[in-house]
C-alpha cells in the first residue's frame, strides 16, 4: 500500500524567511510518480512538480526548489524568500507509474503555510 | 495549457434534489477523470475513477448509485449526486490526467444542501 505523510500541520513564517515542506513516502513500486500541489484559500489545486522515481535530479524553479531523496524516500520543498501569496495548503502526493494501473494520487495530510508579512 | 474547469463553482440545493457537476479539460484529451471530496481542513478523498466510454470505479464506501459518474467523451466527465441530503454537503473536485500522467485539478464545486 502506498502512504504519504505530511509530518508538518501547520508552518508560519515571517515574510522573506525561507520554509522547508517535509514529505516522506511509503510504496513497494520500484517505479512512481511524485507530486506537489498548492491549494490557495480559493480551493484549487494548483500543479507545481512532477518527479519520476528514477529521477533524482534536484529541481528548481524561481523561489521553488525540490529534494528528491529516494534512500530516505523523501521528496521535500523548500520556498526561498517567502511572500504572502505562498500561503496555503501544500499537498505532496505518490502515484503509479505508466502501466501500473490507473494513476491514482495518494495525497499527504497537507500541510498549512502561513506567511506573515 | 493543461486547463480543467468545473461547473458550478457553488450551488445550494434542498434536500432531496440531484445536482450535476460538470468537469472540462479545455486543451487536451483526458482519458481518465478523477472525482474527489474534501471536507475542511482535510486531505482529498477519492470517490471514483472515470474512464471515457467506460464505467466509472468507485472507491469503497463511495455509493454508485448516490454518485452517478458519466464520462461521456475525452474532455468532459458529469457527476450527479442524486437524492442530495445535508450529509452530502462537501467541496467536491475532479482532476484529469494528461497524457503525460500528471493530474491537473479543477477549481472545485461547493456544495450545500439545506
Known amino acids: 500500500a502506498q502512504k504519504v505523510t505530511q509530518a508538518q500541520t501547520e508552518i508560519s513564517v515571517v515574510e522573506k524567511e525561507d520554509v522547508t515542506l517535509d514529505c516522506v513516502y511509503e510504496t513497494r513500486d520500484t517505479t512512481y510518480y511524485l507530486f506537489w500541489y498548492k491549494q490557495p484559500p480559493s480551493g484549487e489545486l494548483v500543479f507545481l512538480i512532477r518527479r519520476n522515481s528514477f529521477d533524482e535530479q534536484n529541481e528548481i524553479s524561481g523561489r521553488y526548489s525540490w529534494n528528491f531523496q529516494k534512500s530516505t524516500s523523501s521528496f521535500n520543498f523548500t520556498i526561498t524568500a517567502s511572500q504572502v501569496v505562498d500561503s496555503a495548503v501544500y499537498f505532496c502526493?505518490?502515484?503509479?507509474?505508466?502501466?501500473?494501473?490507473?494513476?491514482?494520487?495518494?495525497f499527504g495530510k497537507g500541510t498549512k503555510l502561513s506567511v506573515i508579512p | 495549457g493543461a486547463v480543467v474547469s468545473q461547473h458550478p463553482s457553488r450551488v445550494i440545493c434542498k434536500s432531496g434534489t440531484s445536482v450535476k457537476i460538470e468537469c472540462r479539460s479545455l486543451?487536451?484529451?483526458?482519458?481518465?477523470m478523477f472525482w474527489y471530496r474534501q471536507f475542511p481542513k482535510q486531505s482529498l478523498m477519492l470517490m471514483a475513477t472515470s474512464n471515457e466510454g467506460s464505467k466509472a470505479t468507485y472507491e469503497q464506501g463511495v455509493e454508485k448509485d448516490k454518485f452517478l459518474i458519466n464520462h461521456a467523451s475525452l474532455t468532459l466527465s458529469t457527476l450527479t449526486v442524486t437524492s442530495a441530503h445535508p450529509e452530502d454537503s462537501s467541496f467536491y473536485i475532479c482532476s484529469a490526467r494528461d497524457w503525460g500522467d500528471t493530474q491537473y485539478f479543477g477549481p472545485g464545486t461547493r456544495l450545500t444542501v439545506l
Open positions: 486543451d487536451f484529451q483526458a482519458t481518465t
Open positions: 502526493a505518490l502515484s503509479e507509474a505508466p502501466g501500473a494501473g490507473s494513476y491514482q494520487l495518494t
